[in-house]
């Protein structure tokens, strides 16, 4: 074999051995998707409001390799408990409390939380208590906006006093600047679909009634709130890196 070929050879197998750095073993940048759920339970003014809920999101974050985190999130809120329900419908309800549709029957009429939190991601993970460089505990601050209103339900429209427009003088759509922070541990293996986080959160809403009348009150409701909500978060991670190179060439 010729000097040249050896010399080839042996800058060719450093190269690989470099590119076969991996997530098990080397710190890298890793840019990555994520989809989660999360449990809540409300406090503050949330708690005079609603029960009990749920989100559903995704976001995008990247990893640094020296362990910070920057990204964008969103969280769809959503819930079955609506607090005080016989407040609602107060000038539209008969004596029985129920709502008379067009065709003079009693209407069903259902109420459900819904809302969304859409936040800037700033963070840190640390590489400690781990298996791998790039696995480890993490801190983030969430900052960016939340909504939350009562979605009223009447199956097939047929009582125009709570649909379209007029279900705005009820719905008590909220909305306002939000903070959160999320204390987690985020565990990323080698195979792409092997690899999620868990932690614990606590969402801030400095909000605002959204409405400038409520007609079960017969007020403007736009006092300003202090929502807030506390629970665990799950997500499933799908990393963006480069594929780790581990083939070997002859001369």
């Not at 000038?91 to 209407?107: C, E, P, S, Y």
């Not at 936040?119 to 969430?142: D, M, R, T, Y």
């Not at 719905?171 to 999320?182: C, I, K, Q, V, W």
Request: aromatic content about 18%.
């Amino acid at each position: 074999m010729r000097p040249r070929n050896v010399v080839i050879i042996f800058f060719f197998f450093i190269s690989t051995g470099l590119k076969a750095q991996s997530v098990r073993d080397t710190l890298i940048n890793i840019a990555m998707f994520g989809f989660h759920y999360s449990f809540h339970m409300p406090a503050g003014d949330m708690a005079d409001r609603f029960g009990n809920s749920n989100t559903v999101g995704g976001d995008f974050v990247f990893k640094s390799s020296s362990g910070w985190i920057a990204g964008l999130d969103y969280s769809f809120l959503f819930g079955e408990k609506i607090i005080n329900r016989d407040d609602y419908f107060k000038g539209i309800r008969n004596k029985q409390g129920f709502v008379i549709d067009g065709n003079g029957m009693l209407a069903e009429v259902f109420l459900y939380e819904r809302g969304f939190n859409a936040a800037v991601i700033l963070g840190k993970q640390f590489n400690i208590w781990n298996p791998n460089p790039n696995s480890g505990p993490f801190i983030q601050l969430h900052g960016g906006f939340m909504q939350h209103y009562v979605r009223i339900e009447n199956p097939y429209k047929t009582a125009p006093q709570v649909n379209g427009d007029y279900a705005k003088l009820y719905d008590r759509m909220t909305a306002g600047f939000s903070l959160s922070e999320f204390v987690g541990y985020r565990f990323m293996g080698n195979n792409r679909l092997w690899n999620f986080y868990a932690g614990f959160e606590f969402i801030q809403g400095f909000t605002k009634g959204m409405r400038t009348y409520n007609a079960d009150d017969m007020t403007s409701d736009e006092s300003k709130r202090h929502d807030l909500l506390y629970g665990i978060r799950v997500g499933w991670v799908i990393p963006l890196y480069g594929k780790t190179k581990r083939d070997f060439y002859y001369f």
